[in-house]
């Protein structure tokens, strides 16, 4: 599948935010000393061991302060922790000491560690631009695909209406690529379905949203074999999604279960659906596992604060 374009919340979106190794001019360290340091600190902020990771980066920093690699990891790893103010300090040094080739994954990183205190505005400050660079060069599908993560963004903030704008801005934006093939096409109407029928559930509006779920199916079954093969555990997803929001927790328990067990925001709604159905060890179950998670993206924005919150309140209460 053309990595172009695929689903924004699949993440689709995990590489996006890895901690490249890139030499920085002005590091007063040697080069590979600084990269080899960074390197440790991605292994161990991706194993969990976010102290540890953070002494590794601070090292980094001492004997080169400008590197943006170190920055980018350091904040990264504070954002896991739940230090959002100390994450920022560094993810803001990481774009100002970036190249212009790398400033825009400092500035979604920035972006995301919004998105897990749930602050969309705050995160469009830094979603917007990139959007609007890329249209300007004409970069159509690629604009579309922040586009389609700032309304996630949005979405799962609670601001509907800006979600809704924003879906609809990423797709009218990826239909303006020149001589679109038609099963292209249909991936793109897919999007949309899928994102109409998840912010009519959040709104309550059950036949709606199923109406959606039905457009988005018929669009599915127009795309390509590749792309299809590739869509089709986001099928159950955004049928979960819709069946949770509507209140029937076992369908959404039952869908979600056919869903990508490694996203870690679809375990956050099998956790809450569990819940919802007073089954609290599976629901603890389930946030245990998010939190064993640790990547920097959209899903985990949005799961990984209120899995911290569940395990903690369980744990006080034991």
């Given at each position: ?71 980018l ?7 896991l ?20 080739e ?31 660079g ?47 093939p ?10 949309w ?18 109406k ?9 079954d ?12 986001f ?12 209140g ?33 060890t599976q629901?603890?179950?389930?946030y ?31």
């Amino acid at each position: 599948m053309r990595t172009t374009i695929r689903f924004c919340f699949a993440l689709a979106v995990l590489g996006m935010f890895a901690v490249p190794v890139l030499a920085q001019a002005g590091a007063s360290a040697p080069a590979s000393d600084t990269a080899d340091l960074v390197k440790q600190g991605r292994k161990l902020s991706s194993e969990g061991k976010l102290d540890e990771a953070l002494a590794v980066y601070n090292k980094a920093l001492q004997t080169a302060p400008d590197s943006f690699e170190a920055h980018l990891g350091a904040g990264i790893a504070l954002d896991l922790k739940g230090d959002y103010g100390e994450a920022r300090r560094h993810l803001q040094k990481a774009i100002d000491v970036a190249s212009e080739e790398a400033k825009p994954q400092a500035m979604r990183s920035m972006a995301m560690s919004y998105a897990f205190e749930g602050k969309a505005g705050e995160a469009a400050k830094y979603e917007q631009p990139l959007f609007d660079g890329r249209l300007a060069k004409q970069e159509f599908t690629s604009a579309a695909e922040i586009a389609n993560e700032l309304a996630r963004i949005y979405l799962e903030s609670g601001d509907l209406d800006n979600a809704a704008k924003w879906y609809k801005t990423g797709y009218e934006t990826a239909l303006r690529k020149a001589n679109m093939p038609q099963t292209e096409r249909a991936l793109w109407d897919f999007r949309w379905e899928h994102a109409q029928a998840r912010i009519a559930a959040r709104r309550g509006r059950r036949d709606e949203a199923q109406k959606h779920v039905a457009a988005a199916k018929a669009a599915l079954d127009q795309t390509s074999a590749e792309d299809r093969k590739q869509q089709n555990p986001f099928f159950p997803y955004l049928t979960g999604y819709v069946a949770f929001y509507s209140g029937d927790y076992a369908t959404a328990i039952a869908d979600l279960q056919e869903a990508n067990q490694r996203d870690p925001f679809i375990l956050s709604l099998l956790a809450q659906a569990y819940e919802k159905s007073g089954n609290q060890t599976q629901a603890r179950e389930y946030y245990g596992k998010i939190l064993q998670i640790n990547n920097h993206n959209p899903t985990n924005a949005f799961a990984r604060p209120l899995a911290k919150k569940k395990v903690a309140e369980a744990g006080a209460g034991s």
